[in-house]
């Protein structure tokens, strides 16, 4: 089987190399290459495969989303925080760069409930609070949360989880 071509720079379908003319992309290692990358199969075991990236410019949505945003790919200590259970430490660094007071300065994830006022119908920029883990709401994909967060695979990431680990969703602005 032969692996799709994809830009060394971007990840992009512009297999001479675009020399980052491309948009930014969000979901593309630059560390790994495409052509390394694999996933499972649901026959089990591991298949070929690449994801697409998602386009970072529909995340300018809310003003929370916007700021996290200028930080995809980047790990922890690169942004001053710990290099362990630094999501909350993300969102408490996302709040201060938007002018936002953080409200309580707790590292735990599931405090992040008090930041603000609960809602049953988040909007993009509102917070999914998980028992150990939180992340700022993108949208919903077919029972899936989709989150721009810190320590999302040890970075900066927009990252998938099942609905049904939300404890709660907090809007903050």
Same mark, same amino acid.
């Given at each position: 089987m032969r692996?799709?071509?994809?830009?060394?720079?971007?990840?992009?379908?512009?297999? @001479?190399?675009?020399?980052?003319?491309?948009?930014?992309?969000?979901?593309?290692?630059?560390a790994k290459r495409p052509a390394?990358?694999?996933?499972? =199969?649901?026959?089990?075991?591991a298949r070929e495969g690449w994801q697409r990236p998602v386009d970072l410019t529909a995340l300018n949505l809310?003003?929370?989303?916007?700021?996290?945003?200028?930080?995809?790919?980047r790990f922890g200590p690169s942004l001053g925080l710990p290099s362990r259970l630094w999501c @909350?430490?993300? %969102?408490?660094?996302?709040l201060a760069k938007n002018g936002?007071?953080?409200?309580?300065? =707790? @590292? @735990?994830?599931?405090d992040a409930l008090r930041l603000g006022s609960r809602v049953?119908?988040?909007r993009p920029g509102d917070l999914a609070v998980m028992r150990n883990h939180v992340t700022i709401f993108a949208r919903f994909k077919t029972g899936q949360v989709i989150g721009l967060g810190g320590n999302q695979?040890?970075? %900066?990431?927009? =990252? =998938?989880?099942?609905?049904?680990?939300?404890?709660?969703? %907090?809007r903050v602005l």
């Open positions: 692996r799709p071509q994809h830009c060394r720079c971007c990840g992009c379908a512009d297999v @001479r190399g675009c020399e980052g003319r491309a948009k930014p992309q969000l979901g593309f290692d630059f390394g990358r694999f996933r499972a =199969s649901p026959e089990g075991g809310h003003p929370l989303l916007e700021v996290a945003s200028r930080y995809v790919g @909350r430490d993300f %969102v408490n660094f996302v936002t007071p953080p409200g309580n300065h =707790s @590292r @735990r994830a599931i049953r119908d988040p695979g040890r970075r %900066v990431k927009l =990252s =998938s989880y099942s609905a049904a680990r939300v404890v709660g969703f %907090v």
